[in-house]
């Protein structure tokens, strides 16, 4: 069975072509369809609506300038397990997690810190429920989701 998930390349990735190059690459390796793609720029808003569960961490305030710092890719993925796999491909959050203990995934490669951290994935169905439509409103998601 499909599943969907949502796959975000951040401003600190989407500044380096070669970085956006290889991890375009490494997701066809992976065997994930490309549903949908699209090249945004958040506004400060849009990056505190989709943080909003983060509003009381210390890192949030890095977070929401961060992200509505630069241009973003946002994919629409699908493949069996899509979420899990390209959580995998992430690897940690914490950069220095991800270089030491992950040194060939995506953030242990090109993480620079723990909120430059290269990409965002849905961490399960339900995050991925909400998170498509925030970025792909116009795509109609029921259907695909019907099976899980
Ligand atoms: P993401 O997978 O998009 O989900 C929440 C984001 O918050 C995360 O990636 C990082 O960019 C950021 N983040 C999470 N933990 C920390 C932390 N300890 N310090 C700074 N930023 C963090």
Redesign the pocket.
Known sequence: VLQLTLA?I?PDAVAHPLIIESINANILENKFLIIRRKDLHWKKEHSEMF?AE?SN???YQ??VE??SSGPMQAYILARDDAIRHWREM?GP??VFRARHTSPDTIRGRFGL?????T???S?SVESAQKEIPFFFPDFCIDRWMKEE
């Open positions: 975000v951040k943080y983060h961490r210390f890192f890095r977070l961060f992200m992430m959050t914490k810190t723990d909120t430059r951290n990409t965002h994935g961490d």
